[in-house]
Structure formats: structure tokens, C-alpha cells
């Protein structure tokens, strides 16, 4: 299927590595000109070259950090008229939330809600006048069932939720639409970094944790990136318009309800 996306801009978060890196692929596959964002310069443009060998795109890789003013300012620079914009972000810590204090909770809340609020107010004005875009949110399975132990990431993305599923009823009309894509057991750094934590709090060895997580999952596997990134790529598609406001659930089939 041809998306529709060929020249088309893009704005891919955190997209070094893992799932952010997943979705630049994807849509770099589809002939999107793609503007990458992370913190570290190095693995940045490592992951900016790699991007344009395999797909031959045209890949910008910008060193910021999307939580300040700064930042954002930064990339929209290099991008300023984005059709498409990917927020992600890493997840907080896990943890007991008895540990957290105010300072927490708000960095919590400013990399996994505030962030990406102020990202959209940046875009979606321009994207409505040029009635065309697609703006995913990569969150977490932990909005619909929470996970304990990532009490500042079930906090944090919850609230972005609520505030997507509001504003994407209003742009849908011009062409813009606002969806999120909720990740399950994907195989990543961040995935790895639980099984540690639990192995720790568990005294269980990492690669035990790890083949337990496995073997629960209903699909006896974990996902990867380029899965993930083609559901972002989708939903960033000229045939995605009339999908918005939306909580798209990849977990192998471990979220149990029927909706």
C-alpha cells in the first residue's frame, strides 16, 4: 500500500533508538523527510546515517531536549512546517511511589504530558491551515491497565490521554488527527531495564524474569520496533484521516479486556 506520505515532513522524538528510532524508519521508508530528535548527539546521528543508508531519505538530527522551551524552538527551526510529528518520550523511572516526591512527579509530568502538549499547540495551528497532518503520541498499555510499579508513567501519560481525547475531536475536520500508540512488551532498553528492577526486587536471575515475561505474553514473544513503526507509519497515512482521538494497544494480544 502507498501511504501517501512520500515528500511529506516529519517530526520523530526521542528516535535514536527503540521505538522513536522505529517509526523514523518506517516513515523514512515511505519517502517522508524526517527531522530526529534525542538528547545524545552521538547515537543521534549514528542512527541519522544508518536512516539514510537504508532508505535513501533525507534525515536531519537535531540535539535537544523537547521538555524546554529551547529545545522545542530548536527543532521547529529545522522543521517548521512538520505534517507529521511522532512525540515520545522515555518513560520515568520504576518504583515505589512512597520514594517520590514533588520533583518526581514533575519531571514526570513535563517530559510525558506537559511536553507533548506544548509540542502540539506549536504545530497544530500551521497543520490545520495546510489541511493535512497526523500527530501520534507513543505512550504505554499502562493508561488502560496500570502497572505498579510505573506509577509516574501511569500518572503522566493518563493525563495526556485526556487531554488528546479532547482536542482530537476538534482538529479532525481540517485533516488533522491526534492518536496514540500504546506500546506493551516491546524489545527495547527501556523493557530491559524493568526486567532488571524486577529481578533485583525479586532476587530472580534477569534472563528468568525475562523468559517469564515472554512466555505470559499471549503471543509468547515481544515486539519490535519496525512492528511498531509501521503502525505509526498507518497512522500517519493519507487513508488515516478519518481515525482520531484514538488508544491503539500493541501488547501481543497481554491487555485481556474486550475493549
Known amino acids: 500500500m502507498d501511504l501517501g506520505l512520500k515528500g511529506r515532513k516529519a517530526i520523530v522524538c526521542a528516535a535514536s533508538k527503540g521505538l522513536g528510532r522505529g517509526c523514523a524508519e518506517s516513515l523514512a521508508r515511505e519517502g517522508v523527510v524526517i527531522t530526529i530528535v534525542a538528547r545524545t548527539e552521538g547515537p543521534l546521528n549514528e542512527t541519522a546515517e544508518a536512516i539514510r543508508r537504508a532508505t535513501g531519505a533525507t534525515v ?3 540535539t535537544a531536549d523537547t521538555t524546554t522551551d529551547a529545545g522545542r524552538a530548536k527543532i521547529l527551526e529545522a522543521c517548521p512546517e512538520p505534517d507529521i510529528l511522532v512525540n515520545n518520550a522515555g518513560g520515568p523511572p520504576p518504583g515505589d511511589f512512597r520514594d517520590w516526591g514533588r520533583e518526581q512527579w514533575m519531571a514526570a509530568a513535563d517530559a510525558n504530558m506537559i511536553a507533548p502538549i506544548l509540542f502540539i499547540r506549536a504545530v497544530v495551528d500551521g497543520m490545520i491551515a495546510r489541511r493535512f497532518g497526523r500527530i501520534v503520541n507513543i505512550t504505554s498499555t499502562s493508561v488502560k491497565a496500570p502497572i505498579p510499579i510505573l506509577g509516574l508513567s501511569n500518572g503522566a501519560r493518563a493525563g495526556l490521554t485526556g487531554f488528546i481525547a479532547g482536542i482530537a475531536r476538534e482538529t479532525v475536520q481540517h485533516n488533522v488527527t491526534i492518536n496514540n500508540l500504546l506500546p506493551g512488551p516491546f524489545d527495547t532498553d527501556r523493557l530491559r531495564g524493568l ?60 491487555y485481556p479486556g474486550t475493549f
Open 60 to 62: 536531519t538530527a537535531i
Open 195 to 254: 526486567f532488571e528492577a524486577t529481578a533485583k526486587k525479586t532476587g530472580k536471575p534477569v534472563d528468568v524474569v525475562r523468559q517469564e515475561r515472554m512466555d505470559a505474553n499471549p503471543a509468547k514473544r515481544f515486539g519490535t520496533a519496525a512492528e511498531f513503526g509501521d503502525a505509526c507509519a498507518y497512522l500517519c497515512s493519507a487513508q488515516a484521516g478519518f481515525i482520531t482521538g484514538q488508544n491503539m494497544v500493541l501488547d501481543g494480544g497481554a
